[in-house]
């Protein structure tokens, strides 16, 4: 198939989708939820860097470790950390 069918597929299907979601009220409500996990995440990942100079720990700031760690929160940052540890 020709990359923009299914670009114009995608993109009619994503703006059908988000009407959708948007209809409901509470569509707002879990568009916040969402959001402000992903904030939370990204500000305890921030965190665990600044004292990366103490700890010798890093974690990277990308989408796999926000997911992760807004999903599950702080075992999903200690499960990071264990990772980063017990790997190098």
Avoid at 30 to 48: N, R
Wanted: aromatic share 14%; net charge positive; with cysteine.
């Amino acid at each position: 198939m020709k990359p923009y069918i299914l670009w114009g597929v995608f993109l009619l299907s994503g703006g059908l989708l988000g009407f959708l979601l948007m209809r409901n009220r509470f569509a707002f409500q879990w568009l916040g939820k969402i959001c402000l996990h992903l904030a939370f995440a990204c500000i305890m990942l921030y965190i665990v860097n600044l004292f990366s100079s103490y700890t010798h720990l890093e974690l990277p700031l990308n989408t796999v470790t926000v997911g992760m760690v807004s999903i599950l929160g702080l075992p999903g940052l200690a499960v990071l950390a264990a990772l980063k540890l017990w790997v190098l």
